[in-house]
């Protein structure tokens, strides 16, 4: 203790009192230090690792809680609203979308599984497995950096009911308030509807008349599966992207969400499959519409306006559609009729819902008052695709930029197309074979059809590439011999 002054303990009975009481303070601190490690290492050899990290996490929660100055807190409450004339609870349902994709089932004790089917408005049927929180259970969500809470609560109904009424409490620090109401919430809408839309069944629909017809669509195609050029493929899909992104873009610039597109090259290189990859990527449903059976343009304004949103219309070989409909001075009228195969033909017209006595007119003016005209503003965010077999037969007012704004060409069967189907039908990354093919594939013209059923003549892929490569054979050959003729026709 040389530390003290020895002058003040050796002059009075206080000091010395002083330093005994000084002295039984260390001795009490050293006796507890000395407790506190023992327990510690006890605690540590005994204790479970579980239990121990349990306590520090309570001893981190306490001293977070009361150690500082606790924050203001806000809660928005979620109801589910039945009844009392609301239509429907769209935030409470894309609450509970949004929160089955955060809930983790593995630190949860108690958790609600549900098979939930809904009809939507054009018909097609939204089916998901939803996890959800009980009564009382609680998870976090972190938002641009914000840490929101929500709690599944219910209420005790007054009406006798064994259930109460269900609502989610969201709560936050109050100074995140803005955040949470203007962004938070926009953000988790817009996350439930493509969960949604990603879930939902799709449904391609077929004109009758002036009305529309819908039946389930199951087709497989997908970019992946897709024999086409990988450039040509990789812009495609990056314009989808893109349009799907710019709501508020379009609606700054003034224009109609939608955007056209055309698929144009030979008969069997793809252009119906490049549609279906196009409505599995984007999960919209299809909309066939068949002009030969629309009757004029009021039905055809009908038929469209008709359309839901988030959609691909689309009108297959619309050179030969307008081809077939030009036509426009003809009276569909029964006196213009005078053999029995003419009666045929008007009692089809009547059959279909036509006035005999008008007259049948559809005009390219009124498609594309509809495609970029005061009717184009008549839904959003839907794709329009026109496909030919021959561009240059096409309108020039069907082709320019905000009608056709992406025109694709789908060629004849490429090296990496052979690849894709290669893949697509027997695993195959690489063969013997596969340089012979390529430098076939380089100097004849064949469609991915006709590839494709080449390879579906043998599951064996031996087999089957080697009847590709005589297929390959003989339409060079044949190109061959196409050549000479020429050749000798002109030295003649």
């Not at 297959?316 to 307008?322: K, L, R, T, Y």
């Not at 033909?345 to 008052?369: C, V």
């Amino acid at each position: 203790m040389d530390f003290l002054p020895k002058t003040s303990m050796a002059s009075s009975p206080e000091g010395a009192a002083v330093v005994d009481a000084y002295k039984k303070a260390l001795a009490t601190a050293a006796s507890v230090s000395a407790y506190a490690m023992l327990a510690r290492g006890m605690a540590r050899e005994l204790l479970p690792d579980e239990l121990c990290a349990a306590v520090r996490w309570g001893a981190a929660f306490v001293r977070s809680r009361f150690g500082a100055r606790q924050k203001e807190r806000r809660t928005i409450v979620i109801r589910r609203v039945l009844g009392g004339g609301y239509i429907e609870d769209g935030l409470f349902d894309a609450a509970l979308t949004y929160l089955a994709t955060k809930i983790n089932p593995q630190t949860m004790n108690r958790l609600c599984l549900a098979r939930t089917r809904k009809r939507e408005h054009d018909g097609s049927d939204t089916c998901s497995t939803l996890l959800s929180m009980e009564n009382g259970g609680s998870t976090t969500d972190s938002f641009q950096g914000v840490e929101f809470r929500w709690t599944s609560m219910e209420s005790g109904g007054n009406d006798g009911n064994s259930r109460g009424k269900e609502f989610l409490e969201l709560s936050f620090d109050a100074e995140h308030t803005e955040t949470a109401i203007h962004k938070y919430v926009p953000f988790i809408m817009s996350a439930a509807e493509e969960l949604r839309l990603r879930d939902r069944s799709l449904k391609i629909f077929l004109n009758q008349g002036s009305s529309w017809k819908g039946i389930n669509h199951h087709h497989p195609a997908t970019f992946d599966t897709l024999a086409m050029d990988p450039s040509m493929k990789q812009a495609v899909i990056a314009d989808l992207d893109r349009f799907l992104k710019r709501k508020e873009y379009y609606r700054r610039i003034g224009k109609a969400w939608k955007r056209g597109y055309l698929l144009y090259g030979p008969p069997g290189t793809g252009k119906s499959s490049l549609v279906a990859a196009m409505a599995n990527y984007l999960r919209f449903n299809l909309y066939d519409l068949d002009l030969s059976g629309v009757y004029d343009n009021s039905h055809l304004q009908r038929l469209l306006i008709d359309m839901s949103n988030k959609s691909i219309l689309v009108i297959e070989d619309i050179d030969c559609s307008f081809d077939t409909m030009s036509r426009e001075d003809r009276k569909v009228s029964r006196a213009t009729y005078t053999d029995d195969e003419d009666d045929d033909e008007y009692d089809d017209a009547g059959a279909r819902g036509y006035p005999p006595e008008r007259e049948r007119k559809i005009t390219l003016s009124g498609l594309l008052n509809f495609i970029d005209g005061l009717w184009s503003t008549c839904g959003e965010e839907r794709v329009i695709v026109f496909t030919t077999n021959y561009k240059d037969r096409l309108d020039r007012a069907l082709l320019r930029p905000g009608r056709m704004d992406m025109h694709v060409y789908m060629g004849h069967c490429s090296w990496e197309a052979f690849r894709t189907l290669a893949r697509n039908y027997h695993l195959v990354e690489d063969h013997v074979l596969f340089p012979e093919i390529r430098e076939l594939l380089s100097m004849v013209e064949v469609t991915p059809a006709e590839v494709s059923e080449m390879l579906l003549r043998s599951e064996d892929v031996n087999v089957a590439l080697q009847v590709l490569m005589e297929f390959l054979r003989g339409r060079r050959c044949k190109t061959n011999e196409v050549v000479n003729d020429k050749n000798g026709s002109i030295a003649g």
